[in-house]
Each structure stands twice: as C-alpha cells, then as structure tokens.
C-alpha cells in the first residue's frame, strides 16, 4: 500500500492500518507534498471563533503566535484533534467543506471569523461564509510543496502486482498522475476520500476504485477492507 500524504499524516494513517489490518496490509510512506510554513500578515482582531481545515493550519497559526479565539470550527475529527491538543474548544463537522459551512451557519458566531488555511485548498469557504453574512476573513499560513516519488514508492508502481492507494484530497490525486512514472506496471486500486478526489482521480490508470463512505479515517479505512474483501482480477 502507498501513503502519499504529507509525512505526519501518513505515519498516523500507516498506524491505523497496522492495528485494523495486522499484517494484510505493508504501508510505505511515500509523501507527495510537504508543508511549508508562512509568516503573513496578521489581520486585526478580534475574531469571534476560528476556521480550520487541516492539522497544518493550526501548527501555522502556532508558529506565528497567534493569539486564537478560544472556539475553533473544524473539518473534521483529525483537524478537531488538533485544535484541542492546541488548547481549543473544538467543533467538528465531520465531513467536507460544504458540511463545515452548513454547521457554521446553523450556529453564527457572534464576530467575525479567520479561516486560518494552506495556499492550495479545495473549496473556498471564507467566500460561502461571506455570501452568507458571516464575515469571515482568510490567512493563508502555510503552502504544500510538491515532492516526487523515488526508492521504494517507484519500485513498487513499477511492480506489476497489486497497489492499493488511498487518496485523500483532490490535489493529491492530482500530484499523483503527474508523479506516476510512464513505465509504472502496478495493478492500483485506489481508495478515494471523496466524489471530488475521484473526480481528480479520474484519469489515473487503475482497476478499481471506491469512494470512503464518509470522508475521514475510519471511511478509508473502511474502503481498504472492501479492497482487501474484493475477489483477485482474473
């Protein structure tokens, strides 16, 4: 199996794998991205709760030093993790950009709000909050640098065998296709986080792909085994 998420997120990702799967299944990490951390300006305050929707965004408004809003609006329950862990009362929304952005405006904030997030991001939600008169200002604290595959990943897209390869954002997939070598042989099955990283996914040559019930870990998860489950190609 190949993990191509940034380093952190694959390693606890390989975990999970390990404990539901035991020896099923042999992740190598293989990071298509790497975060790089900004320093932009600060907007001025004060804000009455903050938006996250990566782990990244919220060790960027760590490094920078930002004085938070004790409540942060999250993504999902890794981000909401991280909010916590950084002494934040969290709300997770458990799901995609538009779910974050539909249990906002089911609870407004009284203020103003930051969207603390990286320079490449699906979805713009400061604008779909702004359009719903939640007035939402965005600051863009860290970037993904693009990182190509080499030793083992390569190998192994090389290897006429079975690939499985979880997915878990529409720019993954796309640094994916980009990354994939031209003689690459792997059967690769892949698992899509999402309809709109199996959208991105779309032209990468495979022999099956599934879509996570619901988009977060154990919904990966949960696709993996359905990989696993599937009887072998004749």
Known sequence: MLLTRPRAQGEAFARQLSLRFGTRVRPV??????????????????????VFTS?????GALRLGLQLPPLAWCVGRSTA?????????ARSADGIADDLVAAIEQ???????????????????????????????SLQVYLQKPVPFSGESLLLLRK??????????????????QALPPDAQADLQIVAMSEAVATAAADIPRTAMVIARN????????????????????
Not at 81 to 89: E, F, N, Q, S, V
Not at 117 to 129: F, K, M, N, P, Y
Not at 215 to 234: I, K, N, R, T, Y
Request: net charge negative; glycine share 8%.
């Open 29 to 50: 990490i293989a990071p298509l991205m790497a975060p790089e951390y900004l320093s932009p300006p600060i907007p001025p305050g004060p804000f009455a709760a903050v």
């Open 81 to 89: 993790a991280a909010a916590t862990a950084a002494g934040l009362t």
């Open 107 to 137: 609870d407004p904030p009284n203020g103003r709000l930051i969207y603390i997030r990286g320079v490449d991001t699906s979805g713009d939600i400061a604008s779909a909050l702004n359009s719903k008169d939640i007035p939402t200002v």
């Open 160 to 177: 006429p065998a079975p690939l499985i390869v979880p997915l878990f954002s529409p720019r993954s997939a796309r640094l994916f296709r």
């Open 215 to 234: 988009p977060d870990a154990p919904g990966m998860l949960e696709g993996v085994e359905s990989l696993l489950a599937a009887p072998p190609l004749p």
């Open 55 to 59: 782990a990244h965004g919220v060790e």
